[in-house]
Nanobody
Framework: QVQLVESGGGLVQPGGSLRLSCAAS????????MGWYRQAPGKQRELVAVITSGEVINYADSVKGRFTISRDSAKNTVSLQMNSLKPEDTAVYYC???????????WGQGTQVTVSS
């Protein structure tokens, strides 16, 4: 499995910005897609954004126009730029990688994002 290490969470006021980063171990060729999920207290984990090795991108409707996902295949990293943050964006954000060969998923340890005044 791929090892994923996230960074960049924290506390921000509504309307502010944060950038999350995730570094993956191993070769980028073994990863079919990388993405970000989030889980708020009492809620199920949900997809935020995903980017494939072919640069196909999908966003949750709730973050379209505010969040931007990007991937650096050379560095084997994926980032999530979050702008115009809202209190409802508060959650633990998890990095995810989908294996090209086995179809298995790997998860990071999660990073807390809190949007509050």
């Amino acid at each position: 499995q791929v090892q994923l290490v996230e960074s960049g969470g924290g506390l921000v006021q509504p309307g502010g910005s944060l950038r999350l980063s995730c570094a993956a171990s191993g070769s980028s060729i073994s990863i079919r897609a990388m993405g970000w999920y989030r889980q708020a207290p009492g809620k199920q984990r949900e997809l935020v954004a995903v980017i494939t090795s072919g640069e196909v991108i999908n966003y949750a409707d709730s973050v379209k126009g505010r969040f931007t996902i990007s991937r650096d295949s050379a560095k084997n990293t994926v980032s999530l730029q979050m702008n115009s943050l809202k209190p409802e964006d508060t959650a633990v954000y998890y990095c995810n990688a989908l294996s090209r060969w086995s179809g298995s998923q790997s998860w990071g340890q999660g990073t807390q994002v809190t949007v509050s005044s």
